[in-house]
């Protein structure tokens, strides 16, 4: 019944964001679509800090990377938009494991400082190497032409993107899903809880937490090859460590650890973002009071403190 009820609930969300572009107002189809890609972006980082327990601070490094690798094979070789797609998971993927290979001998804070400072690394090359990246200007002027395998689209049209997008994450968080619910996944979980016992049982922790590193940036860098023509450029602004901190505050404001919280949490974040902006010009102010609030009051997220209701409900009356 349990799993009756997941899939329902599942078959319940994927048939209101195919409906949406038909049952809302235009506006909001840009916004389901930063918010497909923003929880992308956030279910890759769950996949670190959620189910691995490492805090990254340098995330955007390969979301940035991502967006790069689109737009400069958008501009300079007119490539179908899955091919860049593919060319930026690679890319994110390459970094992580470069990346991760020297961060995860470290735990804890001295991890998230180290992440952090390679994070800067990216940011401050995407921002110094003009010839290439476009300095602080970054890269726009690109046009999406296809989307390869033969599908005839019309990319420009923001509601046929935005099912483009939607198709892609909901594959994208399938693979994830898959990975949290193997044995490899069961294995990143025992590292979160008790990296101690791991290692006795003969399991080399800093193979599986580069494993989890690497993989999360790969998705990543994929979720940054579907921001760069959404937002129509490729700027250092999508590698600095403020883009970094978005996907902790969507994992943490979702839930970490649940699978659907990042994707919930990214909900709420640009949501409330968009609500708060169009009435206000200190939206920041109101913004962080408001997530503050909700962090101390759903100290499991917004997804998993209703779960554990549920469930104590469920409980109180059997």
């Not at 679509?33 to 923003?38: K, V």
């Not at 010839?131 to 032409?145: E, L, N, P, Y």
């Amino acid at each position: 019944m349990k799993r009756l009820a997941t899939a329902l609930t599942l078959l319940l969300i994927l048939g209101l964001l195919v409906a949406l572009p038909r049952i809302t107002p235009y506006f909001y189809i840009f916004i389901g679509t930063q918010i497909l890609i923003m929880g992308l972006f956030a279910a890759s980082f769950n996949l670190v800090f959620g189910y691995t327990g490492m805090l990254s601070f340098g995330h955007a490094a390969f979301f940035g990377t991502g967006a790069y690798a689109t737009a400069l094979l958008l501009q300079g070789l007119q490539w179908p938009l899955l091919a860049c797609l593919l060319v930026s998971f690679v890319a994110g993927t390459v970094l992580a494991l470069a990346i991760g290979a020297l961060c995860v001998r470290l735990d804890e804070v001295y991890f998230a400082m180290l992440t952090l400072a390679f994070g800067m690394m990216v940011y401050g090359v995407a921002h110094q190497w003009r010839s290439v990246t476009g300095g602080s200007d970054g890269i726009s002027g690109f046009s999406v032409g296809t989307l390869g395998l033969g599908i005839d689209l019309t990319l420009g049209n923001p509601a046929v993107y935005y099912y483009v997008v939607l198709a892609i994450v909901v594959v994208a968080g399938a693979a994830l899903y898959r990975i949290c619910n193997s044995s490899f996944g069961l294995v990143l979980q025992a590292i979160r809880q008790n990296p101690e016992r791991v290692a006795f049982c003969g399991l080399n922790i800093r193979t599986y937490r580069l494993a989890a590193f690497t993989i999360a940036g790969g998705f990543a860098g994929l979720a940054g090859g579907l921001m760069a023509p959404f937002l129509h450029v490729a700027s250092p602004d999508l590698a600095h460590w403020t883009m970094s901190a978005e996907p902790v505050l969507m994992t943490i404001l979702g839930g970490s650890g649940y699978f659907l919280g990042p994707f919930l949490g990214a909900a709420i974040f640009v949501l409330l973002e968009t609500w708060i902006t169009s009435i206000t010009q200190a939206w920041m102010l109101f913004l962080g009071i408001i997530l503050a609030l909700m962090v101390i009051f759903f100290r499991r997220g917004v997804l998993g403190t209703a779960l554990v209701a549920i469930r104590r409900r469920r409980s109180g009356t059997s």
